[in-house]
């Protein structure tokens, strides 16, 4: 998984892991994993919303990438098949 994520960001232009731009990224990479937020969704409760997250993670690049290695610990079917289909068939092994 991990050879396969990293030629996906590649593919993208999905580099960097600081910032504003590793937040965006990192997005990205979760919504070629299959997770949409179709509604934008982002106050949790009246102490709590996505953009605490973003912060946090806007000044805490390891954090992306501790995610995007996580993710690639993980052999699940559809985030395989989902980042192959981002690939060029012959990248695709």
Known sequence: MHELIEKVCGERGL??????????????LCRILGYKDSMHFGQFAPDGSI??????????PG?????????????VSEWREN????????EVE
């Open 63 to 75: 954090c992306i990438e501790a995610i995007k290695e996580w993710i690639g610990e993980r052999d």
């Open 15 to 28: 580099y960097g892991n600081e910032g504003r731009r590793g937040v965006e990224n990192l997005c990205k």
């Open 51 to 60: 953009g605490d997250l973003v912060e946090f993670l806007e000044d805490n």
């Open 83 to 90: 980042l192959e289909s981002e690939l060029p068939e012959e």
